[in-house]
């Protein structure tokens, strides 16, 4: 017994009649009756009679019906989570990233992939640091991670440019007219920091040792947000990338000399699907990122 079988079973069911059956499914009339054949040889008798002017189902039939409508429906659902998991059709995209980029990089493109995609939901994790991030994509979470490179990575990866890091100042800071600053010129400043095991401070805190000193802590926070907002209220600078400063930022922004940034890349555990490839694709076309 084939799937085919049974669909050209279930198409005569439907229509009545062997030649609209054919054109329903769109095979030639002595094909599909060839299956239904098939058919009854196997089960051991008659499952449609063939009338003057139509088909009717047989006991046998209509005892087969709901059982080969079942199975043909169950075929359905399975081929379609295959197709969701290779390809954008329907189910869930689970990304897996760090809570700066979440914020920063990934809303504009993943308002595009839902206005293309609406019956794709999307379920993020979010993970403090670089780390944690590489360590549950190891595990077998998430379709896509999107974050710092990994170290030693042997599955799919794709590249997706450097973001740009920028001192976040109070709107009234003697400096806050300036639009470049070098970050030595922050050293007797109390800072903006974060949490040691957020993954920002690993930036800041190897920019800062690069510019000859260790920065001092006024508050420190686990959110990039806030971070920026408490650097605005003037608590000190904060060194952010420039990503997640939304438009109308009440802040001063400076730019570095010289820059700091960090590599972002899209990477996966195993196979590289169509929706990972899409989502890739949208975050090249809308996150602002150089190519060095």
């Not at 590249?159 to 030595?184: K, S």
């Not at 690993?202 to 990039?224: D, K, L, N, Y």
Request: charge should be neutral.
């Amino acid at each position: 017994m084939t799937l085919r079988q049974l669909e050209c079973f279930l198409a005569v069911a439907a229509e009545g009649s062997f030649t609209r059956a054919a054109e329903r499914i769109g095979i030639a009339q002595p094909s599909l009756s060839q299956q239904i054949r098939a058919l009854e040889a196997e089960l051991g008798g008659p499952l449609i009679e063939r009338l003057p002017r139509g088909a009717a189902l047989t006991p046998a039939g209509r005892a087969l019906l709901p059982e080969a409508r079942g199975t043909v429906e169950a075929a359905e659902r399975a081929a379609r989570g295959a197709r969701t998991a290779l390809g954008l059709e329907s189910g869930e995209l689970e990304i897996a990233t760090v809570r700066s980029i979440a914020v920063g990089i990934l809303p504009t493109a993943l308002r595009l992939w839902n206005a293309r995609h609406p019956e794709v939901m999307v379920r993020l994790h979010e993970h403090s640091n670089r780390r944690n991030l590489e360590e549950s994509v190891r595990r077998g979470n998430g379709d896509i991670a999107v974050g710092p490179r990994p170290t030693d990575w042997t599955g799919p990866l794709e590249p997706l440019g450097y973001e740009q890091f920028v001192i976040v100042l109070a709107q009234n800071d003697p400096l806050a007219r300036r639009g470049t600053i070098r970050l030595e010129e922050l050293a007797e400043r109390r800072w903006v920091l974060f949490e040691t095991d957020f993954g920002l401070n690993e930036i800041v805190m190897g920019a800062c040792a690069r510019a000859g000193f260790s920065p001092r802590a006024a508050v420190r926070t686990a959110q990039s947000e806030a971070a920026a907002r408490l650097a605005a209220a003037g608590l000190g600078p904060a060194l952010l990338p420039d990503n997640i400063l939304p438009s109308g930022f009440e802040g001063a922004i400076l730019r570095l000399d010289p820059p700091v940034r960090r590599e972002l890349v899209a990477y996966a555990r195993s196979q590289w699907t169509q929706a990972a490839a899409s989502l890739v694709e949208l975050i090249r076309s809308t996150a602002i990122l150089s190519s060095a």
